[in-house]
């Protein structure tokens, strides 16, 4: 069992910058592929990004590439998001995801509580 808890979430001005944060306890943390997956009101939920367990795999959903950058910090059980240059449509909730050994963007084993992240205009 994987227990995620994310935190960084906020309210910032169209252009600004937000760093999410990931702490996963439980089974041994380099072991699992670590993805963010994001659900805006009234949409359904997307990927966002992905770092896979062994490091090889790092995957951005097209509409993130160049402003967000997922990273991992195996020593403290963490996955990051960097978001830079946020926009209004960048509005949605932040859910962490865990996968063992796979591809956390084609199935999810664990999730966390997510963090509400809000963009103003």
């Known amino acids: 069992q994987v227990q995620l808890v994310e935190s960084g979430g906020g309210l910032v001005q169209a252009g600004g910058s937000l760093k999410l944060s990931c702490a996963a306890s439980g089974r041994a943390f380099s072991d699992w592929s670590m993805g963010w997956f994001r659900q805006a009101p009234g949409k359904e939920s997307e990927f966002v990004a992905s770092f896979s367990w062994n490091g090889i795999s790092i995957k951005y959903a097209e509409f993130v590439k160049d402003r967000f950058t997922i990273s991992r910090d195996n020593a403290k059980n963490t996955v990051y998001l960097q978001m830079i240059s946020l926009k209004p449509e960048d509005t949605a909730v932040y859910y962490c995801?865990?996968?063992?050994?796979?591809?956390?963007?084609?199935?999810?084993?664990?999730w966390g509580q997510g963090t509400q992240v809000t963009v103003s205009s």
């Open positions: 995801a865990a996968r063992w050994r796979g591809d956390v963007e084609i199935r999810t084993d664990y």
